[in-house]
């Protein structure tokens, strides 16, 4: 989903009230007693059911596979992504990157890390899967109407500009923590509601302890913040363990304490009902 090059911009609208919006479940696909799959029921779908039907997705650099899958009585997509390049130098667009990374291992990661901070809602559900020979990650397929990019083309403006807000606020946050260098429009699904997704981590988890925009952390989700407040570097170690390097977890928690102080900051400026919500 890499199709559009600039920056991911998030515009927000001006709103006036402050209540809290409960995270969203986007999980379409049944049981066999009609309930709701949770997440480690997809999990265990994802790995274990049949590949039946598969199909190259034109978006993006790497083309990720939309594969259909079942097991007799779940019939439903994923996408697979197997790229895994690593370049002691790469030249992206005239911008010169050291110890250049585009990995499936950081589509995982980032999903364990939202789990690990309550974001596992906008995230699909990742987990490690081998098809055709190759070793990659394979996501939930989720029901969305369209990513952000046609929405920004169509200038379409969300009917709840309260939700909205809210919700790219906590993307923003997530998107700081696993400091992605590649993030833009196409990787933000809308669903039929209007609940806001985020896909495609593969150029994440730079080593950097700095982070990438300071100016994109405004306000942040109360239980959010209370979980990176929590986040110890030995869970994210452990959670990661197969797919980040000790650097790479390193400037995960350098960047959460960054975070973290920021909105303590601001916190001490404005007021707690101006930052968090």
């Excluded at 920056?7 to 006036?16: A, D, M, N, T």
């Excluded at 950081?106 to 309550?118: H, R, T």
């Excluded at 950097?208 to 109360?222: A, F, H």
Aim: contains cysteine; proline residues 4%.
């Amino acid at each position: 989903m890499r199709e559009l090059s600039r920056r991911l911009v998030l515009p927000l609208f001006i709103v006036l009230t402050c209540s809290i919006i409960p995270l969203s479940t986007p999980w379409k696909a049944l049981a066999a007693d009609d309930q709701p799959l949770n997440k480690e029921q997809m999990k265990q779908f994802l790995q274990t059911a049949d590949i039946v039907k598969s199909k190259q997705s034109g978006k993006g650099v790497t083309h990720p596979w939309r594969l259909t899958l079942s097991n007799g009585t779940i019939t439903h997509d994923a996408s697979f992504q197997a790229v895994d390049e690593r370049k002691p130098k790469m030249d992206l667009n005239g911008k010169i990157e050291l110890d250049f990374v585009d990995s499936y291992k950081y589509n995982i990661a980032a999903y364990q890390i939202a789990e690990l901070v309550g974001l596992d809602s906008m995230v699909p559900v990742y987990v490690e899967r081998k098809w055709q020979g190759k070793t990659g990650s394979l996501s939930w397929w989720l029901p969305v109407k369209m990513d952000d990019a046609e929405r920004f083309e169509k200038k379409i403006e969300p009917p709840d500009g309260d939700k909205w807000n809210k919700q790219m606020f906590r993307i923003r946050v997530f998107d700081e923590l696993v400091y992605d260098t590649d993030p833009n429009l196409t990787n933000v699904l809308i669903g039929e509601d209007w609940s806001v997704y985020r896909v495609d981590f593969s150029r994440a988890f730079r080593k950097s302890k700095d982070l990438r925009g300071e100016k994109n952390l405004v306000k942040c989700d109360r239980q959010l913040f209370e979980k990176l407040k929590a986040l110890k570097a030995d869970e994210v170690a452990e959670k990661t363990r197969r797919y980040l390097t000790k650097d790479e977890i390193n400037g995960v928690m350098a960047r959460r304490d960054k975070i973290v102080a920021k909105f303590q900051s601001m916190i001490a400026q404005k007021g707690e009902k101006e930052i968090l919500y």
